[in-house]
């Protein structure tokens, strides 16, 4: 389904461990036609001031009404509820979207950080502070 979402091959960056491991931190959106949108995220084990958004899909049908917005202020709440107080994610380079869209959610930008994610990968890093409740 992801890769019908994209265009592209991209369900190799879903492995199941993160359903398996991460449900209770993993939103869902559901519509009339299914699954609108979901995003997968997790409480940082060694960081505990850290959480961190590991990937966000929404629908083509479902897209620039607000619901990625949405999954990230829900998660936002979640992370904040357990004490965190930073909200982190990446994107590669060249990813123009999603940089935009990280920026108009108020994270702040760091990179492309060179070799981020080995040799030659680099990556956009995105931070949010987030106030606790």
Not at 1 to 10: F, H, L, N, S
Not at 58 to 82: C, H, M, N, S, T
Request: aromatic residues 10%.
């Amino acid at each position: 389904m992801v890769d019908d979402w994209w265009g592209r091959p991209i369900s190799a960056s879903l492995p199941r461990l993160f359903l398996d491991h991460f449900h209770r931190t993993s939103l869902v959106a559901e519509d009339g036609d299914g699954l609108a949108g979901f995003l997968i995220g997790l409480l940082s084990p060694s960081l505990p001031d850290s959480a961190y958004v590991h990937f966000v899909g929404v629908a083509p049908r479902a897209r620039r009404g607000g619901l990625a917005r949405d999954l990230y202020q829900r998660f936002f709440d979640l992370a904040a509820a357990e004490g965190r107080t930073k909200v982190k994610a990446i994107t590669s380079p060249v990813n123009q979207r999603s940089i935009a869209f990280h920026t108009a959610m108020g994270f702040t930008v760091t990179g492309p950080v060179a070799d981020y994610d080995g040799p030659a990968v680099d990556r956009v890093v995105f931070q949010r502070e987030l106030p606790l409740p």
